[in-house]
């Protein structure tokens, strides 16, 4: 019950801003407002966007944590409010493009102080770091991608305290790095885009604490042991060797105990020496997409790998055998755009029992791969999309009924998402999916898809999210559509025959649903949002589409096909606007002649 009155306090007080303006101007004082209340109202305030820079003097006495990320308007205004908050302990500023190196000083000497993340700033430079260098509180800072240069990073080596610091995309080069050394406290260091060398990397086993390090898109190519480390990302470099064990005077070996490596889209030059010293034993998470490797023996001794990722690798149905061997704990496996087929799947089955994520996206898998799939007993998503999934079996006797392969994906208790994306799936192929009790996702993409593909999906007892995209949808097919009384969020857009009209109906008759699509964005709050340019010529437009509504609302007889289905979505488009070009624009009041053939 207090909770509840807490809650229902803080949604009065930030409802609106005439609200805030009421107890603003009665001069109520917030300082016996707990911290953690505190930074829950301004946290709302920020979010409904009714905070401004005066508002902030009331805070400064409780507020612990600020974060106005990505808020365009703050300025040297907002951050001379924020200097006199003598409790603060979190400061981000991130993305607040109008900051800049001057309106940092107000905040200088603050000795509660101990995160400020002023990334993606571009006006802040050296100037600016120089009013942070009295904040010797300072545990974690995040500059990347500011205008600091490798000058400004070498003021930093007087900030003592800091463990965790972001560099990512400055200039930082083994010189700047050099000067850092005396920062031993760090845990966590981002170098991504620096112009850190091999000779830079050496330096790195000066920070005897360092778990995280990223140098990603950097040109190092070797990188020597770091016996805390315990995440590295490499991605888009060129390597040849990581961790390079070193020997203590007892001759033995001390490995970093990495648990997650992330060397996407990286070129290896020897790969047998680039994985040989690496301790396989704590390794958990592995990305290699988009990677050059060629071989993947070393798979072979990730036993205690959780997560892999192979997507865009030249990996094949050759190598899922190793995959198999270390499949026991495995959760995650993405084997998108790689030569993988059904076969290769079927490889993997009964070797996967914990598997939760699957993807085999725009690879040649067709429905075999389905019934393998089925078998992995903890999958909760599956992406089939952009493959040669048909959702039909058809049997070798000609007198046999054809399988719907879907139906076999019923076993998996625990499937909650499924993406069927630009497949051959067509309707029919679609009713087992009533049978998916826990399906919260679906998504599908096919111009073979018409309203009976939503006919099927009314029975899915949990179904959250609905993607039908690129079908061919009429407003009486959406009109008469019993959604699943779980359904909040259904995306129609390509789904061309719809009408702005139509799609308004089904929202004030559903209510609860937020709807996407081209021509409007309906949200839950009813709000509706048109997408069309007013125009004369989409004001014609919208006259035809009500026109064709009325068409579609009377009553069709039987074996009748819509005339539309014969063309694709350019022609009739074409043929549309062809159509409206040989008729001049109507004077304002006059009545705009019917040009459609009768």
């Known amino acids: 019950m207090a909770v509840e009155l807490v809650e229902l306090c803080i949604q009065a007080a930030s409802e609106s801003r005439d609200n805030v303006e009421k107890w603003r101007r009665q001069r109520r004082s917030l300082e016996r407002l707990p911290p953690q209340l505190a930074d829950s109202l301004l946290r709302r305030l920020i979010f409904r966007r009714l905070l401004f820079p005066s508002l902030l003097e009331l805070f400064k006495n409780t507020v612990e944590e600020v974060d106005l990320r990505g808020e365009s308007s703050v300025d040297a205004e907002w951050i001379a409010y924020l200097g006199a908050f003598r409790y603060l302990r979190s400061l981000n500023v991130s993305d607040c493009r109008r900051l800049t190196a001057s309106a940092l000083w107000p905040i200088t000497g603050m000795e509660s102080l101990r995160e400020l993340d002023i990334s993606r700033c571009p006006k802040v430079t050296d100037a600016g770091i120089r009013h942070l260098l009295s904040i010797t509180t300072l545990e974690k800072l995040c500059i990347s991608e500011t205008g600091v240069s490798a000058n400004g990073v070498m003021l930093l080596a007087s900030l003592r305290n800091l463990s965790l610091l972001d560099l990512g995309g400055l200039p930082v080069t083994d010189q700047a790095l050099s000067s850092l050394q005396v920062l031993t406290k760090l845990q966590y260091l981002d170098l991504w885009g620096s112009k850190i060398s091999d000779t830079g990397a050496a330096l790195l086993q000066a920070f005897p604490k360092m778990s995280f390090l990223n140098l990603a898109w950097t040109s190092v190519t070797k990188l020597p042991n770091l016996s805390s480390l315990e995440c590295l990302n490499m991605s888009n470099c060129t390597i040849n060797s990581l961790l390079q064990v070193s020997f203590t005077s007892f001759n033995c070996t001390i490995r970093a105990p990495l648990a997650k490596l992330i060397v996407s889209g990286a070129t290896f030059g020897d790969e047998f020496e680039a994985f040989h010293d690496i301790e396989k034993t704590f390794l958990t998470f592995l990305d290699l997409s988009n990677s050059s490797l060629q071989k993947f023996y070393f798979l072979s001794h990730l036993n205690a790998l959780e997560h892999l990722d192979l997507s865009s690798s030249t990996i094949g149905d050759d190598w899922l055998e190793l995959i198999a061997r270390i499949g026991v704990n495995l959760k995650y496996l993405n084997l998108s755009r790689t030569r993988v087929s059904s076969a290769g799947v079927g490889v993997v089955t009964g070797h996967v029992p914990n598997l939760e994520f699957l993807s085999v996206s725009h690879t040649s898998v067709d429905d075999v791969a389905v019934s393998y799939i089925s078998m992995m007993p903890s999958v909760k998503f599956i992406d089939l999309s952009n493959t040669n999934i048909k959702g039909v079996i058809h049997q070798v006797e000609p007198e046999s009924a054809p399988v719907l392969s879907l139906s076999a994906l019923q076993s998996l208790r625990h499937l909650e998402k499924l993406n069927l994306k630009d497949t051959k799936v067509t309707d029919a192929a679609l009713d087992p999916l ?48 019993k959604p699943p009384s779980t359904l909040r969020m259904m995306d129609l857009s390509g789904c061309w025959l719809l009408t702005e009209d139509a799609i308004s109906s089904f929202c004030k008759a559903h209510s609860q649903i937020e709807l996407r699509h081209e021509l409007v964005h309906i949200s839950p709050s009813k709000q509706i949002v048109s997408n069309r ?24 007889l039987p074996g009748f096909l819509d005339q539309r289905l014969k063309y694709s979505k350019e022609e009739l488009l074409a043929l549309q606007y062809s159509s409206l070009s040989l008729v001049p624009p109507p004077d304002e009041g006059a009545v705009l002649p019917n040009t459609e053939s009768g």
Do not use: M, W
């Not at 599908?444 to 009314?458: C, F, I, P």
């Not at 010529?537 to 009325?550: C, I, L, M, W």
């Open 533 to 556: 340019p007013s125009s004369s010529r989409s004001n014609r437009k919208a006259s035809q589409a009500k026109q064709k509504q009325k068409q579609e609302n009377v009553p069709v």
């Open 434 to 481: 009533k049978s998916f009790h826990e399906l919260t996702d679906l998504t599908l993409k096919s111009a073979s898809l018409t309203d009976n593909s939503l006919y099927h999906t009314s029975s899915i007892p949990k179904l959250t999210n609905l993607c039908v995209h690129d079908g061919v949808l009429t407003n009486s097919g959406l009109n008469s559509y």
